[in-house]
């Protein structure tokens, strides 16, 4: 609001005789006129009125901006800005991310089922199906982020094929959710016999687990991915971890598998589901199937 500015009256010439009277009213006229000059109607000192100009609702000059800005979000004067620039930077970095599972920090944000292995699932013949999501943001595969495990499983390399992010992913997923530890990779795990292999052999509390890890993904990564699809695909890889598990020697012998699906997205991850909702239980005893979801910079895992 701004304060209305009135008009001055024209002044009578002082060389008039108007008497005292004349004089009063002389006087008068010049000190309104003073005061719309000083930018107050008032009549009250310039101090006053500067303060009454900078602000409509009788704020002390200089701070009503600060606090029109400040009342405008709800927020108290002076927290502003630092409230909004933590909001920004937690939505925009994209790098290393906590899950709100409890997952530990590193390559992308993990959320979903995470912290569910216990001894009971890992020890247990009942299967199980459990899905989480790896959101790599703007960051994609950065080399310095995984953890000490991934970082081995991606320098030891694999039996050929382009499965070697999805195989590093996997153990970072695990180790970051479950507490993984990594004993042997792929080329490092000992058979008494040729034939299936699995991809990676890591110990939970002292119980030794193998994984097959795989990709869940169509062609051109984009087209819809039917139920049918993913039923070929999990019938595929269970019928394979019973085979490696009778040809793995008994130095490491583990105790199950999990079946790792890294998903190229929700669609995927839907489909596999409702898949292995249909399977007997000569594909799905004594396995835990995980589907990791990725988003983000993923398509180092499908195109590389």
Excluded at 274 to 291: C, I, K
């Amino acid at each position: 609001m701004t304060l209305p500015r009135f008009k001055p009256q024209p002044r009578r010439s002082p060389v008039m005789a108007w008497g005292r009277a004349g004089i009063l009213a002389l006087l008068l006229t010049a000190c309104a006129d003073e005061g719309v000059e000083g930018g107050g109607s008032t009549g009250m000192g310039p101090e006053a009125s500067t303060s009454g100009a900078s602000s409509s609702s009788g704020e002390p000059a200089g701070t009503s901006s600060t606090t029109a800005d400040a009342s405008s979000s709800g927020q108290i004067p002076g927290t502003e800005s630092s409230s909004a620039s933590t909001g920004s930077s937690s939505e925009s970095t994209g790098t290393a991310g906590e899950s709100s599972t409890g997952a530990e920090t590193g390559l992308g944000s993990v959320t979903g089922d995470c912290g569910v292995l216990d001894a009971a699932v890992l020890t247990g013949d009942e299967p199980g199906f459990i899905v989480n999501t790896l959101d790599f943001g703007e960051v994609g595969f950065d080399y310095e982020l995984l953890t000490p495990g991934g970082q081995a499983v991606f320098d030891a390399g694999n039996l050929g094929g382009s499965s070697l992010y999805s195989e590093v992913i996997s153990f970072d997923v695990l180790a970051r959710c479950e507490s993984a530890e990594l004993l042997k990779t792929e080329t490092e795990i000992e058979y008494d016999a040729k034939g299936t292999r699995t991809d990676l052999l890591v110990e939970f509390d002292g119980t030794k687990i193998g994984v097959s890890v795989t990709r869940g993904q169509g062609f051109p990564l984009e087209d819809p991915y039917s139920v049918k699809q993913a039923q070929a695909l999990l019938e595929d890889k269970l019928s394979d971890i019973p085979l490696s598990t009778a040809n793995v020697a008994a130095v490491d012998a583990w105790q199950k598998q999990i079946l790792h699906i890294i998903a190229y997205g929700p669609m995927h991850a839907q489909s596999l589901e409702t898949a292995y909702a249909s399977l007997g239980p000569e594909f799905t005893l004594d396995t835990v199937v995980v589907v990791t979801v990725t988003d983000g910079e993923d398509l180092f895992i499908y195109t590389e």
